[in-house]
């Protein structure tokens, strides 16, 4: 099994600009998290998915829309890049929440985002 | 509002000394709270909770409700054990999220 899956690892955008990030879930796993990771910070929740919706949503602006697909891997997309986007994005799998691992998530290597 | 505290940024100890990394966390419902690891040039990883009352590593990590805290507690350090720790709270009632620390840079001096 090779756990959570993200790509790309690095990439570098302008202002602007529009990036898509993809992440593949731990084998069984159907629920895919989306987290922001600023330097020094910890992770900022951005939003869940879960049969092909979006369940919950963390304190982002609408520019952050994401996707599941029936394989359960995800994209999560920002739009309108701004300085302030730069950053490491992880992905987070996890059984369905409510059962006796919630709150266990396992994470990808993160995607680590330039925004120039 | 729902939230972690963790107030030192970086912990340095010597090998065999004991270690204690804080987390205060703000939330007046029933809480679930976890410690979460980074090692470097590793993935975050889960490194114990506190409904399952184990130890994991020579860490303990104790729930106290009337302080609000879930101190990471180890009584002999270890090299191997320098890395980022990060405390995180479930809120049951946050629909599906964990509220996360800034997290404490561990290191263990030889």
């Known amino acids: 099994d090779a756990g959570v899956t993200q790509s790309p690892t690095h990439l570098i955008k302008t202002r602007g600009q529009q990036v898509t990030l993809r992440c593949s879930p731990k084998?069984?796993?159907?629920?895919v998290s989306w987290y922001q990771q600023a330097l020094g910070q910890g992770p900022q929740f951005i939003f869940q998915?879960?049969?092909?919706?979006?369940?919950q949503r963390g304190n982002f602006p609408d520019r952050f829309s994401g996707h599941q697909f029936p394989n359960y891997s995800s994209e999560l997309n920002v739009n309108a890049l701004l300085l302030g986007d730069s950053a490491l994005y992880l992905c987070?799998?996890?059984?369905?929440?409510?059962?006796?691992?919630?709150?266990?998530?396992?994470f990808g290597e993160g995607s680590r985002l330039t925004v120039l | 509002a729902q939230r972690v505290t963790q107030p030192e940024k970086l912990l340095s100890v010597f090998k065999g000394a004991p270690v204690e990394l804080k987390c205060n966390y703000s939330?007046?419902?029933?809480?679930?709270l976890f410690w979460y690891v980074q090692y470097s040039r590793q993935r975050l990883q889960l490194l114990l909770r506190?409904?399952?009352?184990?130890s994991i590593k020579g860490f303990t990590a104790d729930l106290n409700k009337g302080e609000t805290s879930f101190h990471l507690k180890k009584p002999f350090a270890q090299e191997e054990d320098s890395a980022m720790y990060y405390c995180?709270?479930?809120?049951?009632?946050?629909?599906?999220?964990?509220?996360w620390g800034a997290g404490t840079k561990l290191i263990i001096k030889p």
């Open positions: 506190h409904i399952s009352r184990e």
């Open positions: 084998s069984g796993h159907d629920t």
């Open positions: 995180a709270l479930n809120a049951m009632d946050s629909n599906y999220q964990l509220i």
């Open positions: 939330y007046s419902g029933s809480p679930e």
């Open positions: 987070a799998s996890s059984s369905p929440w409510g059962r006796r691992f919630a709150g266990e998530l396992f």
């Open positions: 998915y879960y049969e092909e919706e979006e369940r």
